[in-house]
Structures are given as structure tokens and as C-alpha cells.
């Protein structure tokens, strides 16, 4: 509880756009550019998060466009909506129905018109986690990974290039040190920074 | 950090690397395909939101006395004032008066004696005469002709009189009973029965004026 009012208080002010992202509902309805770029970056990772967990096996392009026009369609639920917090939920719901029909249309492309009811019934998806399949569940995922997103781009860009090539392209520190550049020694340096700015950028206890 | 954060970390980049590398590698955490992807759409809709509020019927927006008016409210007056016309009318003509129609005459003459007396005059005939479509009744007995005097046809909507040339009495008795109002009785005395006939037409007269009240 203390580090958490010490982050609160102490915080640096790049790091105040970091964490979870709120977006006021109003803003959204009044056009609010801004806000609308907000909720984008959110509604945009809980839907990729949807589509790469429900259908993994779909090709990345399509992938993206399923999770961009679901995205695209909350706009006209903004005026019903309470909340930014039913408009992350509703983006879980659309994706799945996108996904729904895109994978029904290659069905009846396929072996012709018949009845598929659920994504389960197709070929490509694959099984995941049953905590997975909770809406809620698919978009805390979503959230905490724009969380980190957002987090990472909070670490000097130094540090973070290190921590990008070494976990998340995969590459070994010899690697990384040809690629950018740097002397093998510093690698190791540069890289407990950058998870230490990391974990700093990051809210406390997340995920 | 400790190691085991600095662990767990590691663990949850390597985990979320799929997705974190398809959310781009600049300085958004947007990809800028998808950026402005969402943003063109978002001005589509937008510019489309704004052109159904334009479309919209002039009327919305207008202060209610500047805005057309419809027929309906135009003709509205029209048509209420033709209504209540009409309901007049109905109520009027349903509750005058019937037709003027002629009164039903029935005539009859007491004559006890009969010929033997001796006038000249053939009252019978003078009725006949007078009431061309009636057939006069004769009776020569009192009570026979108070039972006719009390038969009255029921349900008529016409007035109807009753002569009686009491030649005895020397009188012409006018009974008229109306579908409205109390029955009417005049007496008209025949000192000389050669001015029957001119008795009769006033009686006519009579009966000619009492119906049409």
C-alpha cells in the first residue's frame, strides 16, 4: 500500500499516461479527437487480443482488420453506452461475431451453406483457456497488454531497444550488441535498466 | 527489483511478445496503418452523423410559429365548424314536425226520423258532397253512433276528425283529435237546414285551421 501511494504521489509525469487508460464516455460522444485516439490504442489491443486468442491460426492481416472494424463500430454504440467500461466489453462481443462471420463465409465457400453457430464448430480455431473465453477475462487481457505497451514506451529508448530485441524478438545479447551497436558489456546494463524502468512505468501489482 | 520481479517480467514480456510486436515498433502504441485507419473512419462517421442532423425536418429545429403548418391544421377549423353544422342539421330535422299530412275525415249523420220530416234537403248527399272521398255513415240510433263517436283510430300520425250532423239536434259536431295536443271539439248549430252546405264548408274551414296548428 505504501509503494503504491509513493508511485501515486511520485510519479514521474511521463508515466502519467501510462497505465490503465481512462476515457470519459462524454468525450467520446462529443468527438473528442483526443479521446477517441485514447480508446482506439485500448479498444484496438483488447480486440487484436480477442482475434489472436479465439482464432490464432487466422492470417495477421485479417486479423487486424477484424479487430479494426470492430473497433470502427463502436462508435455508433457510444450513444447508448454508460460507460468507456461497456464500450471495452462491447469490442470483446463484436470481434467474436466478426470473427464468427468471417470463418462462417470460408465455410460455405467451403462445403457449402450449413449452420455454424460458434467459433468452436470451425476449422482454425483452436481451443484455449476456458478463463480465456470470459469476456472479461479477454479484455483485462487486452487492457494489461496496452498497459504495457504504454509502459514500455515510458523506458528510455536505449534501454528499451535492449529490452525489445532480447524478449521480445528473441534475440541473444550478442545479437542484440551487433545489431545496435553496442559493446557486449553494456547490453547486460542496458537491459536491467530497462526492465527496472519497465516495472517502475508499470502500475503496482500489475498484471 | 528483485530477481524474482526481474524473473516474472521477463516472463510476461515473453508471454505478450506476439501481440506487443503487431502493436508496432514507434513511439505510438498504435500501429500508424491502424491509427489512420480508425481516424478515417471515425471522420466518415462523423461527416455522417453530421449530415443526418442537417437532413433532419426543418421543423425540428424551427420555433413552432415559424414552422409550416400541415392541411390538417390548416382545414381543421373547417372541418369542425362543417361538423358541427351537420350535427345541427341532423338534430333538427329529426326532431320537426312530420309532414303536414290532410286529416283523416270520417263523417256520420243521426237522422231518428228520417224522411218524414220533410226539408227538401238531402243532408246525405250535401255530406257526400263536401267530403267527396268519405262515405257518410247513417245512423238512426243514438247509442249506435256514440260507439262510432268513440272509435278513434290508434296510432295514426294524422289528425283525425269526426263529423257528426246530429240532424236531430240540429248541430254539426267537429271532433278533432290531433297526434299532439288535447282532442278539439266545435259545435256548429244548423237553425236551417238549406244552409247546410254552407255550414259544412265552414266546418271545413274549421277543420282546415285546427290541423294546421
Known amino acids: 500500500m505504501w509503494r503504491r501511494l509513493v508511485w501515486l504521489l511520485f510519479k514521474p509525469a511521463s508515466q502519467q499516461a501510462q497505465g490503465s487508460v481512462e476515457v470519459e464516455i462524454e468525450q467520446l460522444r462529443a468527438n473528442d479527437r483526443t479521446a477517441w485516439n485514447r480508446a482506439f490504442e485500448v479498444l484496438f489491443a483488447i480486440s487484436l487480443s480477442v482475434c489472436c486468442s479465439a482464432a490464432p491460426s487466422m492470417n495477421h492481416h485479417e486479423q487486424e482488420d477484424v479487430a479494426v472494424e470492430a473497433v470502427e463500430e463502436i462508435y455508433d454504440y457510444v450513444g447508448k453506452v454508460n460507460s468507456f467500461e461497456e464500450c471495452k466489453r462491447l469490442v470483446v462481443t463484436i470481434s467474436k461475431n466478426r470473427l464468427l462471420d468471417r470463418f462462417r463465409s470460408k465455410a460455405t465457400v467451403k462445403h457449402g451453406a450449413g449452420q455454424v453457430d460458434s467459433l468452436e464448430q470451425l476449422e482454425g480455431f483452436e481451443a484455449v483457456d476456458a478463463n480465456q473465453r470470459q469476456p472479461d477475462a479477454l479484455m483485462l487481457a487486452g487492457e494489461n497488454l496496452m498497459i504495457l505497451k504504454r509502459a514500455l514506451l515510458g523506458v528510455p529508448e536505449q534501454y528499451r531497444e535492449v529490452v525489445e530485441e532480447i524478449h521480445l524478438k528473441g534475440l541473444t545479447q550478442q545479437e542484440t550488441a551487433d545489431k545496435l551497436g553496442l559493446k557486449i558489456g553494456s547490453i547486460g546494463v542496458y537491459l536491467d535498466r530497462g526492465l527496472k524502468a519497465l516495472r517502475q512505468n508499470l502500475p503496482p501489482g500489475w498484471p | ?213
Open chain 2, 1 to 213: 527489483m528483485n530477481d524474482d520481479e526481474k524473473l516474472k517480467l521477463e516472463q510476461e514480456l515473453k508471454k505478450a511478445a506476439p501481440l506487443l510486436n503487431r502493436l508496432g515498433d514507434g513511439s505510438s502504441p498504435l500501429p500508424d496503418h491502424v491509427r489512420a485507419r480508425l481516424n478515417a473512419a471515425l471522420d466518415r462517421k462523423i461527416a455522417a452523423a453530421s449530415t443526418v442532423v442537417e437532413a433532419k425536418p426543418a421543423g425540428n429545429r424551427r420555433d413552432e410559429h415559424e414552422r409550416e403548418p400541415s392541411w390538417l391544421e390548416v382545414w381543421r377549423w373547417w372541418i369542425g365548424l362543417v361538423t358541427a353544422t351537420a350535427a345541427i342539421v341532423l338534430i333538427v330535422v329529426l326532431n320537426r314536425p312530420g309532414p303536414n299530412l290532410p286529416p283523416v275525415i270520417q263523417v256520420a249523420m243521426l237522422d231518428s226520423v228520417g224522411t218524414v220530416r220533410g226539408t227538401g234537403v238531402q243532408p246525405l248527399e250535401l255530406l257526400q258532397q263536401q267530403w267527396k272521398a268519405v262515405k257518410p255513415q247513417e245512423f238512426d240510433d243514438a247509442a249506435k253512433l256514440k260507439r262510432w263517436e268513440d272509435d278513434w283510430p290508434t296510432g295514426s300520425k294524422q289528425t283525425v276528425v269526426k263529423v257528426i250532423y246530429n240532424r236531430d239536434a240540429r248541430e254539426i259536431l267537429v271532433l278533432l283529435q290531433t297526434k299532439a295536443g288535447p282532442p278539439i271539439t266545435k259545435v256548429l248549430q244548423v237553425n236551417d237546414e238549406h244552409d247546410l252546405a254552407i255550414i259544412l264548408a265552414s266546418a271545413t274551414a274549421l277543420i282546415k285551421q285546427s290541423s294546421n296548428r
